[in-house]
C-alpha cells in the first residue's frame, strides 16, 4: 500500500506508540484538509506552524499602507452586470447559492490576476486533541503575463521543524517539504498543465472551468481558492463585520462528485467523512475597500470537533491573512528556486491526471 496515499493513514493513528509519527500525521492530515481538497499522493501542501521569524524583506513592508483607492466599484460593476450585487449588496432574488458560487468564483480570479501583493499568514490546527499555531508569508508578483508565487510556512512538530515552501517561477512549481534531517523536492510543468487545461476547455467547449483549474496549477492562495471553488459548494452568505472591516462570509459544504470520492476512498467508513477531512468550510472576504473580495480568513470545519456534546460546526484548520499590501517591490529573480543537487520528484503527470479525465491530455510537444 502506498504510504502517501489517503488509505494508508488510519493504519498508522492506530499505532499509540509512534508519536513522533502521529504528530506529524496530524499535520499532513490538516494538509490534505487545507489544500487535498485536490490532493496529489505524495505532493504534499502545507503546514501549520510555530510562529517563525519573518523574512527581512517581509518585516520591512508589512506594515506599509496599501495606495490603491479605497474603493470596490470595479468589481461591483461586474458583479452587478452578472446580477449577484448591486451597490455591494446582495440580489435577493437570486439564490443562496448562486451568490456564493458566485462570489467565490469572483473572488479566486480577482485573486489570481493581482499583479503584486503580499501577505502574512496565521494558521491554525486543532485536530486529534493537539493545537499547532504558526506563521507564515506569501508574495505573488505578475509580469509579460507569467504569474509567479511563493508560500512558506513552518511548524514546530515533535521537536523537529517542519516546512513547506511552494515556489512558481511561471515555468516550474516547486515544492519542498521538509521535517527534520529528512526533505522532499517535487516539480510540476505548469505550462504542461495549462497547456492541457486549454485544450480540454477547447474540445469540452467548458471553458468555465480552467479558472479554477489553473489556478490549482500555478500554486499558493491561488492554487487553495481554486481547490476550494472546484471542490465545495457555498450554499448560505452572510453579512458580516471583522475588526470593523465589512466581510462576505461563505458557507460551503463538499461537493456531490467529492462527497462520492470519499466515499470510494473510505469504503469502511459507511459513507462518513474521516476524521482527518472537515465537513464543510467557512471563507471570510472583504466586502468593498482596496482589497475588495480578498480572501482574509478560511476555515476548514468539522462537526462536532473538540467535543461531542455540541455538533456544529468548529475550525479544525484555519489560515488567516493579514497585513495585506501591494505597496512593496518586487522582481522575477525573488521567484527563482535553486534546487541544487537535491533529487527532483516529477509530479507534471499525477496532478494532469487528477485535474483532467485521461483521454483529455493532449500529446505532449517534442
Known amino acids: 500500500m502506498n504510504p502517501s496515499s489517503a488509505r494508508y493513514y488510519p493504519f498508522l493513528w492506530k499505532n499509540p506508540h509512534n508519536l513522533p509519527m502521529k504528530y506529524k500525521l496530524t499535520v499532513l492530515a490538516a494538509l490534505l484538509a487545507a489544500i487535498g481538497l485536490a490532493a496529489i499522493p505524495g505532493n504534499g ?29 470595479d468589481v461591483n460593476e461586474r458583479i452587478e452586470e452578472q446580477g449577484s450585487t448591486k451597490n455591494g449588496q446582495l440580489d435577493r432574488q437570486q439564490g443562496p447559492t448562486q451568490n456564493g458560487q458566485y462570489l467565490m468564483h469572483k473572488a479566486a480570479e480577482k485573486l489570481g490576476k493581482e499583479p503584486v501583493l503580499q501577505a502574512a499568514i496565521r494558521h491554525r490546527i ?23 508565487h511563493r508560500l512558506e510556512f513552518k511548524t514546530q512538530v515533535a521537536g523537529e521543524v517542519t516546512s513547506l515552501t511552494q515556489v512558481c517561477d511561471g515555468r516550474h512549481l516547486w515544492v519542498r517539504e521538509s521535517s527534520g534531517d529528512t526533505a522532499k523536492l517535487s516539480r510540476i510543468d505548469v505550462r504542461r498543465v495549462l497547456r492541457a487545461i486549454s485544450d480540454s476547455d477547447i474540445r469540452s467547449e ?10 490549482i496549477a500555478l500554486g499558493g492562495i491561488p492554487r487553495l481558492m481554486g481547490a476550494l471553488q472546484r ?11 471583522l475588526g470593523g472591516v465589512p466581510v462576505w462570509v461563505l458557507h460551503g459544504h463538499w461537493t456531490e462528485a467529492y462527497r462520492e470520492q470519499i466515499k470510494s476512498t ?7 467523512v474521516p476524521d482527518h477531512l472537515p465537513d464543510s468550510a467557512k471563507v471570510v472576504l472583504a466586502r468593498g475597500g482596496g482589497f475588495d473580495l480578498f480572501p482574509f ?9 473538540y467535543s ?29 528556486y535553486q534546487r541544487g543537487d537535491q533529487v527532483v520528484l516529477e509530479r507534471t503527470d499525477a496532478l494532469i491526471g487528477q485535474l483532467l479525465p485521461a483521454s483529455e491530455e493532449p500529446a505532449e510537444d517534442e
Not at 46 to 51: D, E, M, N, Q, T
Not at 207 to 214: G, K, T, V, Y
Not at 234 to 240: A, I, S, T
Not at 266 to 272: I, R, V
Request: glycine share 6%; aromatic share 10%; hydrophobic share 35%.
Open 231 to 241: 471542490s465545495f459548494v457555498f450554499v448560505r452568505v452572510e453579512e458580516d463585520n
Open 45 to 73: 501542501l502545507p503546514y501549520l506552524a510555530k510562529v517563525p521569524s519573518l523574512p527581512n524583506w517581509l518585516s520591512n513592508s508589512a506594515n506599509a499602507q496599501d495606495s490603491a483607492p479605497s474603493t470596490s466599484s
Open 126 to 148: 486543532h485536530m486529534f486533541g493537539h493545537k499547532l499555531v504558526g506563521t507564515g508569508y506569501y508574495r505573488q508578483f505578475q509580469q509579460d503575463g507569467i504569474s509567479r
Open 308 to 336: 461531542t456534546d455540541h455538533l456544529e460546526d468548529r475550525p479544525i484548520v484555519s489560515l488567516q491573512l493579514y497585513q495585506v499590501t501591494r505597496n512593496v517591490h518586487m522582481e522575477a529573480s525573488q521567484f527563482e
Open 266 to 272: 473510505f469504503p469502511t467508513l459507511d459513507g462518513k
Open 206 to 215: 467548458v471553458s468555465q472551468i480552467r479558472a479554477p483549474l489553473s489556478l
Open 297 to 305: 480568513k478560511i476555515h476548514f470545519q468539522k462537526r462536532g470537533a
